[in-house]
């Protein structure tokens, strides 16, 4: 019975998934035609992952079609879900076919790491590999950062049937019965556009910095994703260049902002859609006053001999691990514990909802602040009425607690995780930064994955826990999980 119901849940989206999986092998052109362009020596990679993914997104496609249905909510979910199990299969293959030596295990890890905007890499000698590989692995950032069905249902109007249902199970929670404009299609090519608009003017920003072109597209497609891959071993430190930093950390600040945010502002070429986001004063405040006390802590504790010096690579560093980039130009590893440790903190919550971050968001935070602040006054007065209230508007009830939930499942994760991977010997401090650092995106974490060294410490077993992680916090813990719970498998 069981495996007739899995029958019943796959075959209506065998034809969807496969039309998904053949427009990834589509974005494989860009790279293949950049290792032409240049003459690399990972043309014949491309080439054959290229027509392996088109023609089994398309074998899947031809499969499914027969069984094609308008799509309900559940499945929209287990869509969702097999989409960024499948897509990594896929996106591994050129750094298979590149590296031998890569084993499966750390080419899915690097693959899932790429799509889900993580950054945590298994990969040293970067500066070596062929840009067009590089390139591969940013754009795979890029694509997984705004969400792969928002790509699809901007770009085939066929899937306007049950696009919603993607939509929804796809986009943060905050957003989801957010309507930008009447058609779900129509949405997904506005926050595209905002999200395309802002990566030409971060092209154009690292270009005139002093960067050579494909390395600005590089390192763009990393930080409007908020993924943190880089080209170079060094990271963003390779540059050593201050106007370099000061690029990456404003676009990574708009890139934790809500693109829905971006579009209405673009669309109405007003900056009034800024002043009415409840988020963004919380996250700019945040992050930047962090940045500004980690980087007088600094100071007093002697780490950087002048103010600017430690203003600059606090600021920085503060601001890419708070947005879950990831870049580093400094080991802040080697910094005082509390530096490091409040970074991390910051990447838990900091970005907003609809923004490419990762960790719980700032919106759930905000509500969880307010709803602390009432019940200590219904503590002093018992009888009184005090809504919860965010940008003016009275929060419901139900989506307390739902934030609530969602804090408790979260914060579980992050316990029972770090300790799978401490029962796996890893050590302590290693374990649980390794899981914060994955579940909300961020890529390095401290101890053996800090951000001078790589996740290639990592047994087999303790890669796929933080790959489960990766994909945990990129689907925001419920999409994942729901469909783990036997009741989504009962008719």
């Known amino acids: ?63 499914g079609r027969m069984h094609r249905r308008e799509l309900k909510a559940r499945d929209g979910f287990l869509l969702v879900v097999m989409i960024w199990l499948v897509l990594p299969l896929f996106g591994a ?26 950054g945590a890499t298994v990969l040293s000698g970067l500066d070596g ?33 049950g696009g919603r249902q993607m939509f929804k199970a796809e986009t943060p929670t905050p957003m989801k019965d957010t309507k930008l ?43 409007m994703g908020l993924g943190g891959f880089s080209s170079h071993d060094a990271s963003l430190g390779h540059f050593d260049s201050p106007a370099i930093e000061a690029v990456a950390a404003i676009f990574a600040l708009a890139a934790g902002i809500n693109f829905a945010t971006h579009f209405m502002a673009m669309r109405g070429l007003s900056l009034k859609p800024y002043s009415y986001d409840a988020e963004i004063r919380w996250f700019l405040s945040v992050v930047l006053l962090s940045s500004l006390g980690l980087a007088l802590f600094l100071w007093l504790r002697d780490v950087y001999i002048d103010f600017p010096s430690a203003l600059r690579y606090a600021a920085f560093n503060t601001i890419s691990v708070a947005t879950t980039l990831g870049f580093s130009t400094d080991d802040y590893a080697t910094w005082p514990l509390f530096a490091g440790m409040w970074m991390l903190f910051l990447a838990t919550f900091s970005t907003s909802a609809g923004s490419t971050g990762g960790g719980i968001k700032m919106m759930r935070a905000i509500l969880l602040y307010k709803q602390f602040y009432r019940e200590l006054v219904k503590l002093l007065h018992p009888s009184a009425e005090v809504p919860t209230k965010l940008g003016g508007a009275v929060v419901p009830n139900k989506i307390i607690y739902a934030v609530l939930a969602f804090l408790f499942i979260y914060v579980a994760s992050t316990v029972v995780l770090s300790f799978v991977l ?43 826990v933080c790959s489960f992680s990766m994909l945990l916090g990129r689907l925001e813990l419920f999409t994942l999980l729901v469909v783990l719970t036997p009741a989504f498998w009962k008719k």
């Open 422 to 464: 401490i029962a796996s010997g890893l050590d302590v401090f290693t374990s649980f930064s390794a899981i914060v650092a994955t579940l909300n995106n961020t890529g390095p974490g401290l101890g053996q994955v800090g951000p001078s060294a790589t996740y290639a410490v990592l047994s087999d077993f303790q890669t796929w």
């Open 181 to 223: 404009t009447p058609r779900m299609a129509e949405t997904a090519k506005g926050l595209w556009l905002a999200y395309m608009v802002l990566t030409v003017a971060c092209v154009l920003s690292f270009w005139g910095a002093g960067m050579g072109g494909l390395d600005a597209l590089t390192h763009a497609f990393s930080v």
């Open 129 to 161: 590999l062929p840009p067009s590989i590089n390139l591969w692995r940013t754009q795979m950032h890029y694509i997984g950062g705004m969400g792969v069905i928002v790509l699809v249902v901007a770009v085939l109007p066929m899937l306007g049937v």
């Open 1 to 63: 019975m069981a495996l007739q119901a899995a029958h019943r849940r796959v075959l209506p989206i065998l034809h969807l998934l496969g039309l998904v999986i053949a427009m990834f092998g589509l974005s494989m052109l860009l790279p293949l035609l950049v290792s032409l362009y240049i003459g690399d020596d990972a043309q014949l990679a491309f080439d054959k992952v290229f027509l392996l993914t088109l023609c089994s997104g398309l074998a899947l496609w031809l499969i």
């Open 93 to 118: 293959q050129p750094l298979m076919f590149q590296m031998p030596e890569l084993s499966f295990t750390d080419a899915y890890f690097e693959a899932m790491s790429g799509l889900t905007a993580t």
